[in-house]
T-cell receptor, first 114, second 110 residues
């Protein structure tokens, strides 16, 4: 079973460094989402793609964050000049266009900024 | 006030008990309702998906949606220690942006 995969699973970095995460969605899913989850909270939407087009970005996605899905398959999320407040679990999900809301999540990348 | 409210728990029950988990919401535009299960340090796992009002049953799990009261529930029958996890409700309108509750931590003890 090829579910959503994310790499790396854990990342420890120093403040000010850049980090990049990768997400591979379920192969037949054309929609891909990024969420962020902090301890004791539910996931918060960051952005999503339909194929290679980025259709919506949250206000949470500051200028230091950029996401791409160049060929409509895998996606990358880059954080530039990391801050301690960026420490969180970054979750990727994928879905078909229908049914709306039926998103399947990967295991997440846990980021710790020192 | 958050769009989706969920009691964080923890909720501790004995094995075999019926568990009731609930969320309330404020946005009447929400039409699609989901329940996810999340084990510690893992990604959320989709358990139940419901469109609009009504009930849906899948094995030991039953999801209920009452749009008039803006209230959704998840019932777990014959709870097992392996059900111990955090349960997240999520919902959306006509967009693809899920709005999650904070999650309820459930502990089922033998």
């Amino acid at each position: 079973d090829t579910g959503v995969s994310q790499d790396p699973r854990h990342k420890i970095t120093k403040r000010g460094q850049n980090v990049t995460f990768r997400c591979d969605p379920i192969s037949e899913h054309n929609r891909l989402y990024w969420y962020r989850q902090t301890l004791g909270q539910g996931p918060e939407f960051l952005t999503y793609f339909q194929n290679e087009a980025q259709l919506e970005k949250s206000r949470l996605l500051s200028d230091r964050f950029s996401a791409e899905r160049p060929k409509g398959s895998f996606s990358t999320l880059e954080i530039q000049r990391t801050e301690q407040g960026d420490s969180a679990m970054y979750l990727c999900a994928s879905s078909l266009e229908s049914p709306r809301g039926g998103q399947y999540f990967g295991p997440g990348t846990r980021l710790t900024v020192l | 006030q958050k769009e989706v409210e969920q009691d964080p728990g923890p909720l501790s029950v004995p094995e075999g008990a019926i568990v009731s988990l609930n969320c309330t919401y404020s946005n009447s535009a929400f039409q699609y309702f989901m329940w996810y299960r999340q084990y510690s340090r893992k990604g959320p796992e989709l358990l139940m998906y419901t469109y609009s009002s009504g009930n849906k049953e899948d094995g030991r799990f039953t999801a209920q949606v009452d749009k008039s009261s803006k209230y959704i529930s998840l019932f777990i029958r014959d709870s097992q220690p392996s059900d111990s996890a955090t349960y997240l409700c999520a919902m959306t309108d006509n967009t693809d942006k899920l709005i999650f509750g904070t999650g309820t931590r459930l502990q089922v003890f033998p």
